[in-house]
């Protein structure tokens, strides 16, 4: 009885659907029964987001009682894409929510902050496999202003301590590091800025920075003597 329930409710959707699509994507719409397939519903409501109507595939997978994580997902990272930073944030909060896959989206949307190449310059080159191999290997020595503060939001509402303080330190960012780093124990300084510092071999712009901030000189010289003893 609640297959026949849900077959109907997706009929309903599906049929709402049509009536407000144009007729140019009207004709590109699988027929009515195959989305009792799973593989053609879950195709028809990507189509749906890809071609600008995210609202209804948001519908068509509601109804359907799919998960729609991954299209939270697709839709978050189309705004990342296209720099509107704050869609992007509403969107991948939904994905973001949930604890089982948190963790790798947030690796992802910080790897896209940091690595992506300017969206104007990957949407004038046509070859996709080219545009892959470009992202892997473009690594951006600066990110600006805007994509640095999105990766600050991130990590700050969804990771650790630890995870910001080696964010500032791979970007340079030793003020900010060191005034969070006040906040938090000996382990959590450790792991943020010693660690990553001395194993990139740049220990004395921590150096630097303690002898131009005199008055956070003790609290710096017991966090380096522990780092020294332990």
């Not at 994507?25 to 189509?47: F, G």
């Amino acid at each position: 009885m609640s297959s026949k329930i849900e077959e109907t409710n997706i009929f309903i959707a599906y049929t709402q659907i049509c009536r407000r699509l144009p007729l140019v994507d009207l004709t590109s719409m699988p027929p009515m029964k195959s989305l009792l397939k799973s593989d053609t519903l879950h195709n028809t409501y990507m189509s749906l987001l890809d071609k600008q109507y995210p609202q209804m595939a948001i519908s068509l997978c509601t109804t359907a009682r799919r998960d729609p994580l991954g299209l939270w997902r697709r839709w978050g990272f189309q705004c990342l894409r296209a720099g509107d930073y704050p869609a992007a944030r509403d969107k991948l909060e939904m994905c973001l929510k949930s604890k089982q896959y948190n963790q790798a989206i947030l690796e992802e949307i910080i790897n896209h902050l940091e690595n992506c190449l300017p969206s104007f310059l990957a949407e004038t080159i046509d070859f996709a496999e080219l545009v892959a191999d470009m992202k892997r290997k473009c690594k951006k020595q600066r990110l600006n202003a805007a994509e640095f503060d999105e990766c600050v939001f991130y990590l700050t509402t969804y990771s650790s301590p630890v995870r910001l303080l080696q964010f500032f330190i791979r970007h340079s960012a030793i003020s900010r590091a060191a005034k969070l780093a006040l906040q938090h124990d000996y382990d959590i300084v450790y792991e943020g800025i010693i660690r990553p510092l001395n194993k990139t071999g740049r220990l004395s712009d921590l150096f630097d920075y303690i002898n131009s901030n005199r008055a956070e000189i003790q609290i710096w010289r017991e966090n380096l003597r522990t780092a020294v003893n332990c």
